[in-house]
């Protein structure tokens, strides 16, 4: 069967750096996506990732291994307003999304 | 531009009552799609579409049904309602291009009592 897997909760300080950890057995691939969602709101896209190796983007910066099955996601200067579900998806080979249950990532001052 | 837009935000539906629920994007994306969202899972892939006319089923089709007469409109209907529909269901779409981010519309919440 198709598995993403995330820590369920994670707590950071403001202003530290963390690290969230997916790993991923899935029928094919053909990229894995990092989403934001706030508590009530609608995901929305961070990253996307296809490629071994790094993607940067601002505070933001996204890590996938393939070979291991294996991604993280990266956020440095933390800030209250980070304070969300983060969500892995990946592409499977019939590019359909399959969506990890999310990161719960709680910050305190 | 509106982006993805659903209606509505909440409803609640006695069991067995039937409801559609709407979604439109005005960003001439090809691809849209349904899922559902319960508390502590991922989300599920009810139905997609690739384009005007095409749908196809996604994870958990069943008591859902799709059509798409337009670019713009992916409704989703519910025939007669269970409990187990309760959840919160998100329309999003994207373009042709599979490396392309996901747009979501804001969520409709739904409770089957």
């Known amino acids: 069967g198709q598995n993403i897997d995330q820590p369920t909760e994670m707590t950071a300080t403001e202003g530290a750096i963390v690290q969230i950890n997916c790993t991923y057995q899935t029928s094919g691939f053909n990229g894995l996506f990092w989403y934001q969602q706030h508590a009530g709101e609608a995901p929305t896209f961070l990253s996307y990732?296809?490629l071994d190796g790094l993607e940067e983007k601002g505070r933001f910066s996204s890590f996938l291994s393939r070979s291991k099955g294996y991604s993280y996601l990266l956020l440095k200067e933390l800030q209250m307003k980070d304070s969300a579900s983060y969500l892995c998806?990946?592409?499977?080979?019939?590019?359909?999304?399959?969506w990890g249950a999310g990161t719960k990532l709680i910050i305190k001052p | 531009n509106a982006g993805v837009t659903q209606t509505p935000k909440f409803r609640i539906l006695k069991i067995g009552q039937s409801m559609t629920l709407q979604c439109t994007q005005d960003m001439n994306h090809n691809y849209m799609y349904w899922y559902r969202q319960d508390p502590g899972m991922g989300l599920k892939l009810i139905y997609y579409?690739?384009?005007?006319?095409?749908?196809d089923k996604g994870e958990v089709p069943n008591g859902y049904n799709v059509s798409r007469s337009t670019t713009e409109d992916f409704p989703l209907r519910l025939e007669l309602a269970a409990p187990s529909q309760t959840s919160v269901y998100f329309c999003?779409?994207?373009?042709?291009?599979?490396?392309?981010?996901?747009?979501f519309g804001p969520g409709t919440r739904l409770t089957v009592l």
């Open positions: 999003a779409s994207s373009s042709l291009d599979s490396a392309d981010e996901q747009f």
């Open positions: 998806a990946v592409m499977d080979s019939n590019y359909q999304l399959i």
């Open positions: 990732n296809v």
């Open positions: 579409s690739v384009g005007a006319g095409i749908t």
